[in-house]
């Protein structure tokens, strides 16, 4: 209990992501936070500088992870970031929020990276650029999900909806958005790990396959910048991965079929999964695709449903 109390000296958060959007396999990723003004994500307190490292845990979904803290993803990020610094650094007492269930497809260890980066870059006074830091965030998510890709680190960094830009120097560039959307994204409840989530995905795509998916991202980005919202939402098809994991989601043609017939414009899978995102073209919508999500899963105790609109800021101090 002592350690509940603990004061903190800064206190930082990161949002919850949703890579892919359906349409951009690896190249998209969009922060989300709730209407509600709920932190729905990770906050990472720096409670104190002492002799040793050492990290608290409490937080809604603090069962879903290893009992024993020492390997945990904040840690490991606070040593690759000495590391890239160059220089010891003074060890601190840290308190993670876990906010965010774990391989639930909401960007869950990228979060728990990015704040955790972020955190440090701040408190030590920013000796890591923008890209720098970035690339740290990449690095650390790779160990985790066995590649490196930034469509869940990067919104979550940067806030917003982030198109990937492989072999620019830039990594990444904000897209426009439909400032009315609401993105409803609902947690099952489930555990689905993004390792075994890209495992049952085709190696290689076709010729045609991947004239296909490189021509409907290229129509949902332009849709946006020409602010036709019927063809971005038309665009929303996910012509990569879900297909091969519709096993592991089976109700999702069932569940889209019927949100659907009600106006939502799409249902899609977050990220890996098992969460869905429904896209909604008003609050209207959206707390209608809350409610009927939120009842089929509500037997499951750790299932959450949330209303969501894109978080513009990212990662921040509070």
């Known amino acids: 209990m002592q350690t509940l109390n603990m004061a903190y000296i800064k206190r930082y958060y990161a949002p919850a992501s949703t890579g892919n959007l359906s349409v951009g396999f690896d190249l998209l990723g969009a922060a989300f936070e709730p209407v509600s003004g709920e932190l729905f994500g990770d906050v ?6 002492q002799a040793e490292m050492t990290l608290a845990i409490v937080g809604r979904y603090v069962h879903q992870l290893p009992a024993d803290h020492s390997d945990n993803l904040v840690l490991s990020c606070f040593y690759a970031f000495e590391r890239k610094v160059g220089q010891a650094l003074p060890r601190l007492a840290l308190r993670l929020h876990k906010n965010l269930p774990v391989g639930s497809g909401l960007g869950s260890s990228a979060c728990s990276i990015v704040v955790a980066c972020y955190a440090f870059n701040d408190y030590f006074n920013k000796p890591l650029s923008n890209v720098e830091l970035l690339q740290l965030m990449a690095e650390a998510e790779g160990g985790v999900s066995g590649s490196v890709h930034y469509d869940n680190v990067a919104p979550s960094y940067l806030g917003g909806l982030q198109l990937m830009l492989p072999q620019s120097e830039h990594i990444c560039r904000r897209l426009p958005w439909f400032e009315h959307w609401r993105v409803v994204l609902s947690y099952p409840g489930t555990v689905l790990s993004t390792k075994a989530a890209r495992a049952v995905l085709p190696t290689e795509l076709s010729l045609s396959h991947s004239i296909e998916f490189a021509g409907m991202l290229s ?3 332009s849709a946006l910048y020409i602010k036709d ?15 091969a994991r519709i096993a592991l989601l089976p109700e999702l043609p069932q569940l889209r079929a019927a949100l659907c017939a009600r ?23 959206a707390e209608f695709a809350a409610h009927y999500l939120s009842r089929h899963y509500e037997k499951n105790q750790d299932a959450t449903t949330q209303i969501c609109r894109l978080s513009l800021s990212g990662a921040r101090a509070l």
Request: contains cysteine; charged residues 15%; proline residues 2%.
């Open 263 to 285: 106006g939502i414009l799409h249902l899609g899978i977050s990220g890996a999964g098992p969460t869905l995102f429904a896209l909604c073209q008003n609050d209207s919508q």
């Open 219 to 221: 129509r949902f980005v």
């Open 229 to 243: 919202e019927a063809d971005a939402a038309a665009a929303l098809q996910d012509l990569v991965a879900e297909q």
């Open 44 to 49: 990472l307190d720096i409670c104190a500088e």
